[in-house]
């Protein structure tokens, strides 16, 4: 059983913030990096964030740089996403990703969850 599932998504106002949470399980996780991507309406999936094995290396999108941190805790198999200062424009559904890879490129990654819809009101 491999799984990959994300939590932590709502409706939050511009300026606000939210956590998301990715939990994985069903293989060692803690030899891929692990990504976050998003999905706007009418929109390409698109890179957010990306960490390594080890959690030493992240890679943020130009767009979400400065307000938004991804983390992971392999010891309780689970990545995370602190949203800051949160936009219209980042509405989106968020996925999470697993990879050997370090890569921004959504093609490249093995394993995905469902996704969790963040909506940020004006």
């Known amino acids: 059983q491999v799984q990959l599932v994300e939590s932590g998504g709502g409706l939050v106002e511009a300026g606000g913030s939210l956590r998301l949470s990715c939990a994985y399980s069903?293989?060692?996780?803690?030899?891929?990096?692990m990504g976050w991507f998003r999905q706007a309406p009418g929109k390409e999936r698109e890179f957010v964030a990306v960490i390594s094995r080890s959690g030493s290396f992240t890679r943020t999108a130009d767009s979400v740089k400065g307000r938004f941190t991804i983390s992971r805790d392999n010891a309780k198999n689970t990545v995370y996403l602190q949203m800051n200062n949160l936009k219209r424009e980042d509405t989106a559904v968020y996925y999470c990703?697993?990879?050997?890879?370090?890569?921004?490129?959504?093609?490249?990654?093995?394993?995905w969850g469902q996704g969790t819809q963040v909506t940020v009101s004006s």
């Open positions: 069903g293989r060692t996780f803690s030899n891929y990096a």
């Open positions: 990703a697993a990879d050997r890879l370090y890569g921004t490129v959504a093609s490249e990654y093995d394993y």
